[in-house]
């Protein structure tokens, strides 16, 4: 089954501190995706990136990068330069064909930054 | 460009009373899907709907039922409130066919049970 993990419950940072988001992710599959959603305060998920399991290359956006690590199965988030519009809860999402059809969600963190 | 459209935003219910929540989209998309989402768990999957006509269950379809209407609606019914079920609705739609698509999300149902 799949599974992923997002250790960090809630993080704090003050403005201008870079931080990075953990995701660990469980399957057997050898073909799947890797997403990542935000949720500002707002409540809507708002889609930020996806990464299919043949591409490990990172990817910067701006402020914004992601580490895709297979040998360690993790999907990590990097926001440089953080900014109080950045304060959400993060989500790592895990799809794959053997997956049943689903997104799997892990837990979410939530990301505070404070002047 | 509306996306994905979920009425209503906000409702409260008595134990056993029934209620639809109604989803739209308008971006052609064959798949859809009913998440809800609890604190610190995430969005769970209640039911999906690959295409016009099929409907499946997900993670935690109980106490649920769902009608894929047409390509555009796919609407989740709860027939009698539980407090259980109190939680935020999102419902999602996805080109299928290709699975580095992502899904996309309704701006959510805030539905509480008395």
């Known amino acids: 089954a799949q599974k992923v993990t997002q250790a960090q419950t809630e993080i704090s940072v003050v403005e201008k501190e870079d931080v990075t988001l953990d995701c660990v992710y469980e399957?057997?599959?050898?073909?799947?995706?890797l997403f990542w959603y935000k949720q500002p305060p707002s409540g809507e998920l708002v889609f930020l990136i996806r990464?299919?399991?043949?591409?490990?290359q990172n990817e910067i956006s701006g402020r914004y990068s992601w580490n895709f690590q297979k040998s360690t199965s993790s999907f990590n988030f990097t926001i440089t330069a953080s900014q109080v519009v950045d304060s959400a809860v993060y989500f790592c999402?895990?799809?794959?064909?053997?997956?049943?059809?689903?997104?799997?969600f892990g837990t979410g963190t939530q990301l505070k930054v404070e002047l | 460009n509306a996306g994905v459209t979920q009425t209503p935003k906000f409702q409260v219910l008595k134990t056993g009373q029934s209620m639809t929540l109604q989803c739209a989209q308008d971006?052609?998309?064959?798949?859809m899907y009913w998440y809800r989402q609890d604190p610190g768990m995430g969005l769970r999957l209640i039911y999906y709907?690959?295409?016009?006509?099929?409907?499946d269950k997900g993670e935690v379809p109980n106490g649920y039922n769902v009608s894929r209407l047409n390509k555009r609606e796919f609407s989740l019914r709860l027939e009698s409130a539980a407090p259980s079920q109190t939680s935020v609705y999102f419902c999602?739609?996805?080109?299928?066919?290709?699975?580095?698509?992502?899904?996309?999300f309704g701006d959510g149902t805030r539905l509480s049970i008395l």
């Open positions: 999602a739609s996805r080109v299928s066919g290709d699975s580095n698509q992502p899904q996309h």
């Open positions: 399957t057997r599959d050898t073909t799947y995706y």
């Open positions: 990464r299919n399991s043949f591409d490990e």
């Open positions: 999402a895990f799809y794959s064909t053997g997956g049943g059809n689903k997104l799997t």
């Open positions: 971006m052609n998309h064959n798949s």
């Open positions: 709907s690959a295409s016009e006509g099929t409907t």
